[in-house]
């Protein structure tokens, strides 16, 4: 039986780990027409873009993605080097750490935090030397690849969990599209998935937060993170001990590699 599909709204919210087909399907709603709807040039979709899906909308539509749903200003004031931070819809510690130009640790640190959970409308104490009205990006427009690295190395030694997509367990695909939500861009769940997303890069031109492919069983079926130096950062498998550094030089995987995508521009 053919599932019905709901009641399409005027208006939508990515998601993370939302695809325009999943919306598509969700919602009754042809792919090409909310592409046409929205200005999108590629099926690339981001957290906290706000899609429309109806011809019946009165929002303005922007000619590109990226511009789709604009990031606010932070609420900052300044004493001294120590600014004060209200969380809005759509952060994350890793987001603020980078615009602030400190560290997550710092954050959490300094506001008694023990995990990486925030409420809106939280008011964060941020140590940093940062100018006031800094913004914060919701986009991953501005996302450094490096950075992102950075942010994936706080999970080395998570175990491998089949299925498992969070800090208490990852598997391949689970760690890179958590590692991505965290700075804002959602990915498909899966490797084959997320192998049809960005664009394709030689293993000549490899920067850091590209995403690396594998095909052991003659299908995607792994994927992780250029650290770059030549290696990458992924969950691996239970015996190799979940998240870890792993050469691309190693036998299994240079001879299982498929090839590489650039989410970060």
Request: hydrophobic residues 35%; proline residues 3%.
């Amino acid at each position: 039986m053919t599932a019905m599909a709901l009641a399409t709204p005027a208006n939508y919210i990515v998601k993370a780990g939302d695809t325009l087909w999943k919306i598509s399907n969700t919602y009754g709603v042809s792919i090409d027409q909310i592409k046409k709807l929205n200005g999108l040039n590629s099926d690339f979709l981001r957290i906290g873009q706000n899609l429309i899906l109806t011809s019946n909308s009165n929002q303005t539509v922007t000619t590109t993605a990226a511009a789709a749903n604009p990031a606010p200003a932070a609420s900052a004031e300044v004493t001294a080097n120590t600014h004060t931070y209200v969380v809005k819809s759509g952060d994350s510690l890793w987001a603020i750490a980078r615009h602030f130009g400190t560290s997550i640790n710092n954050i959490k640190t300094s506001n008694g935090l023990s995990s990486d959970n925030l409420k809106i409308g939280q008011t964060l104490k941020i140590e940093a030397s940062a100018a006031a009205n800094t913004t914060v990006s919701r986009s991953g427009d501005n996302v450094s690849g490096t950075r992102l690295v950075e942010d994936a190395a706080q999970y080395l030694g998570t175990p491998y969990k089949y299925g498992g997509s969070g800090p208490g367990g990852f598997d391949c695909s689970g760690f890179t599209s958590y590692i991505f939500a965290r700075a804002g861009i959602s990915l498909p769940r899966t490797a084959a998935g997320q192998y049809s997303v960005g664009t394709a890069v030689d293993q000549s031109d490899l920067q850091p937060g590209d995403l690396l492919f594998y095909a052991a069983s003659g299908s995607i079926d792994h994927v992780g993170i250029y650290a770059g130096n030549g290696q990458m950062i992924h969950s691996s498998s239970p015996r190799s001990g979940g998240v870890i550094y792993t050469a691309m030089s190693s036998s299994y995987y240079a001879r299982s590699y498929v090839g590489a995508r650039r989410i970060i521009r």
